[in-house]
């Protein structure tokens, strides 16, 4: 049975031993983000925390607690998303999509719509008096200072809300988006919204721009485990997250009506902070924010947010997340995306046996992957391939290997890639977009990537040398080995 709210997940994380309350008072303004930071540099990830009393910068106590680290392991993500293994939603999706037409991978994800099993859930908005409006707080009496959201790292512009989901229309097609953006809370009632120029957000941002016309916003916070993971979830444009949503917890995701403006939002949310863009008014300096590269984003100009009402619970959790040096907990909801749409990519890409974004390679630098090589140059072939795939277009680094290395392991994937390559035969470059995020690119959004073949050579690519077999001790000693083990006296 599909989780249907943030509270659920917690007791569902709980009943698996994989949650600490934390009941000592803990302040926002960094220290929570030092506390999480540890936990998630630990092996597996770390357990999710529930901070019970929070402080707030200015010294008093916040009236809710914050849930951190929620998504933080593989074991939460797969919980979240009601499966034993990621993969098995990939592969539910590939035999979904698994047509001859059309051929490229978003092309296939805009046809979800269509298909009977996507169908079968679509968002369903109900009437009376929502969970997340049990209370509601209107224009002057809002004061987002009240709410718990936390100052993460030393430099960073201010208070900044990271587990969203951001909520617009299209204003010419009415389709929906719902994003996760970094949002900053710069008064009492304004928020700096930043999102990026690829972002459907910002798409729909200009378009109203574009007519003079107020943009409504709706920001929730919480609700059911797939539905946040869907907002980080790399969608075509045309496919509503709710959707998606719907068709991963297999049960229509539940919507009502906001108070203030005709967007709906998660009924099972915590939270909603609803609001406009006024197109007319100028950008606000946003930032900077100690960002998933390690390194901060600096401050540039963005939409201003004015919050009209905060709807929530009447005991709201606040959802938080803290990116940073990695691994930390973005780390396993972009993993999720790795497994879940590997699939597609096969489908576009049949020679792909299996690829990995390492952690240390925060998602699009570095991106490992095997396939079954069938004839000469198809490396390269892959790589520019996976270059035109969506978001994968924003990748740095491909390196392409053998179907028989383990990809998932960056230490063999390194070794064998090492060994393999000839710098000046192997590696070549291209320009491209680049991360938004990406301080070293030279130009915004801008710069060069790299290829490397680093699989085994043949003579039709210019290679007349033998190609060694790599060490690999025999079965049969193997066993030996095992059946005197015990009687070694050695503890490894």
């Known amino acids: 049975m599909a989780l249907d709210n943030l509270r659920a997940f917690l007791d569902a994380i709980d009943a698996r031993g994989g949650l600490v309350r934390v009941e000592r008072p803990v302040s926002l303004d960094k220290e929570m983000t030092e506390i999480a930071d540890r936990c998630m540099k630990s092996p597996g ?28 392991s593989e074991r939460r993500m797969a919980l979240a998303l ?52 049990e209370t ?22 201010g208070p900044y809300i990271t587990l969203p989901g951001v909520i617009t229309r299209d204003p010419r097609t009415g389709v929906r988006n719902v994003g996760m953006y970094r949002i900053q809370v710069i008064g009492k ?28 916003v709706a920001i929730a916070l919480g609700g059911d485990p797939t539905s946040i993971y869907a907002a980080s979830a790399p969608l075509p444009p045309t496919i509503d997250e709710f959707l998606f949503a719907g068709f991963l917890r297999r049960e229509p995701v539940r919507l009502a009506k906001a108070v203030t403006s005709d967007l709906e939002v998660p009924a099972e949310a915590e939270l909603v902070l609803e609001g406009y863009i006024d197109p007319r008014e100028e950008l606000v300096l946003e930032g900077p924010f100690g960002d998933h590269t390690g390194f901060y984003s600096l401050a540039d100009y963005y939409p201003k947010v004015h919050v009209t009402a905060v709807t929530m619970r009447q005991d709201p959790v606040w959802p938080h997340t ?83 290395v383990n990809v998932r392991d960056p230490k063999e994937a390194w070794w064998v890639a090492l060994n393999h390559i000839d710098p000046e035969r192997d590696v070549r470059f ?45 079965l049969e000693t193997k066993r030996r080995v095992d059946e005197m083990w015990k009687e070694l006296g050695i503890e490894l």
């Open 430 to 474: 291209s320009m491209g977009p680049i991360d938004v995020l990406d301080h070293s690119s030279r130009g915004f959004t801008f710069g060069s990537k790299m290829g490397i073949d680093a699989t085994r050579k043949w003579k039709e690519e210019g290679f007349t040398r033998e190609w060694p077999s790599r060490i690999v001790m025999d």
């Open 45 to 72: 990830g770390g357990p999710a925390l529930l901070f019970r009393h929070p402080t707030l910068p200015s010294g008093g106590a916040a009236r809710h607690p914050v849930a951190v680290n929620l998504f933080g």
């Open 136 to 157: 509601v707080i209107r224009e002057r009496d809002v004061d987002l200072s009240q709410l718990p959201v936390p100052v993460c790292w030393p430099e960073d512009g």
């Open 322 to 404: 803290i990116v940073g040096r990695p691994p930390m907990e973005d780390y396993w909801l972009g993993h999720a995306t790795e497994r879940i749409f590997l699939p597609l990519l096969k489908i576009t890409l049949p020679e792909i046996v299996d690829l990995h974004m390492p952690a240390e390679g925060i998602f699009h630098n570095l991106v490992f992957v095997s396939i079954d090589k069938q004839y000469p140059g198809q490396a390269y072939k892959v790589m520019n391939g996976l270059w035109g795939q969506g978001l994968m277009s924003l990748a740095k680094v491909i390196v392409v290997l053998d179907k028989d």
């Open 82 to 133: 009601g499966v034993e293994r990621l993969d098995d939603v990939g592969e539910r999706l590939a035999a979904l999509l698994n047509v001859k037409v059309p051929d490229s991978l978003l092309g296939k994800l805009a046809m979800l719509p269509q298909l009977a099993e996507i169908a079968k859930y679509p968002p369903k908005t109900i009437g009376g008096q929502p969970p997340c409006q």
């Open 189 to 216: 009632s304004e928020l700096a919204m930043h999102w990026q120029r690829h972002k459907v957000g910002a798409a729909h941002w200009r378009d109203m721009a574009e007519r003079g016309e107020r943009m409504p």
